[in-house]
């Protein structure tokens, strides 16, 4: 069972460079999230869905486009790619829409932006 | 809004040491609660959660009570092993915009040490 995947792990970019982020769950489920790590600062949402076909804006959404084409897949692009975004980006999904939802999380894709 | 405040570390323990790590948070109504545990170069995955005051989450060793009227949810572990070496996020959920929002407190790295 390989839960959530994220591809690539690490990554590289200049400043205005444009990529896409690939997460992956096989476990069925209809929300899918991404948020993005940063020192000293927890993990903040970026998007999110609740189902195939919808996005939403999370708490930091500036700068980042989603997809959710598939149930299976949720897709964080990045048009122009800045300094500022230079972080940690993980992919979560969960399937019960209450407040008890435990959200499974992907090993994460380490960006750098020079 | 909500929020969660937890201890800041590093926290560095010898092994077999007893183990706490401070959690407050703020939020209206009844969230859960959550202990979310990211090992070196992995993703978070989910260590214990409390649905409702009182509760109390248990895993491997580690327990955290939801204390509504300090509105507190400290973890804690009566034996560390070098294994808990890792980075422990205190989050609460709340209903928001028909999905379940994660609020994260800011990480407390724990190094455990032989």
């Known amino acids: 069972n390989a839960g959530v995947t994220q591809t690539p792990k690490f990554r590289v970019l200049k400043t205005g460079q444009s990529m896409t982020l690939l997460c992956a769950q096989d476990?069925?489920?209809?929300?899918m999230y991404w948020y993005r790590q940063d020192p000293g600062m927890g993990l903040r949402l970026i998007h999110y869905s609740v189902g195939e076909g919808t996005t939403a804006k999370g708490e930091v959404p500036d700068g980042y486009n989603v997809s959710r084409l598939k149930k299976q897949n949720f897709l964080l692009g990045l048009e122009s790619a800045a300094p500022s975004q230079t972080s940690v980006y993980f992919c979560?999904?969960?399937?019960?829409?209450?407040?008890?939802?435990?959200?499974?999380f992907g090993p994460g894709t380490r960006l750098t932006v020079l | 809004g909500n929020s969660v405040t937890q201890m800041e570390g590093p926290v560095t323990l010898s092994e077999e040491a007893f183990l706490t790590i401070n959690c407050t948070y703020t939020a209206t109504g009844y969230p859960s609660l959550f202990w979310y545990v990211q090992y070196p170069g992995e993703g978070l995955q989910l260590l214990l959660k409390?649905?409702?005051?009182?509760d109390k989450g248990s895993n491997k060793g580690f327990e955290a009570t939801y204390r509504k009227e300090t509105t507190s949810f400290h973890l804690e572990k009566g034996s560390v092993q070098v294994s808990d070496s890792a980075v422990y996020f205190c989050a609460l959920s709340e209903r928001s915009g028909g999905y379940n929002k994660l609020i994260f407190g800011a990480g407390t790295r724990l190094a455990v040490h032989p």
């Open positions: 979560a999904s969960s399937s019960d829409p209450t407040p008890a939802d435990t959200q499974y």
């Open positions: 476990m069925n489920h209809e929300y």
């Open positions: 409390a649905t409702k005051a009182d």
